[in-house]
């Protein structure tokens, strides 16, 4: 696989990738029982990342945000701008 600029962890959660992702560089959308996360790189680029939940707030008890997520793909390449990033992510999702 292609080296990334940007460490999408195998493991982790909503919130975790709110904090990592600011709002003006990138996104983390719910999209059904995916989550699609998009940012910036150093280089000005966008790359793309879906996950799944594998976890639910009835087994935890915690909010969607809390529950863990798996990492599904990575975009290969990357994105001129949020907008292509996304669009290859909900694609990605289907």
């Known amino acids: 696989m292609k080296k990334h600029e940007i460490d999408f962890l195998q493991i982790t959660t909503i919130e975790h990738l709110q904090e990592k992702i600011p709002s003006c560089y ?4 719910t999209f059904g029982e995916k989550v ?3 940012m910036m790189n150093w280089k000005g680029q ?7 939940f594998i976890e639910t ?9 809390e529950c863990r997520l798996n990492l599904l ?7 001129k701008d949020g907008g292509h990033a996304m669009a290859w992510a909900l ?4």
């Open 26 to 29: 990138g996104a983390v959308v």
């Open 36 to 38: 699609l996360a998009t």
């Open 46 to 52: 966008y790359e793309a990342a879906t996950y799944e």
């Open 57 to 65: 707030p009835e087994e935890t008890g915690l909010g969607d945000i």
């Open 73 to 79: 793909e990575i975009a290969d390449g990357t994105f």
């Open 91 to 94: 694609k990605a999702a289907e």
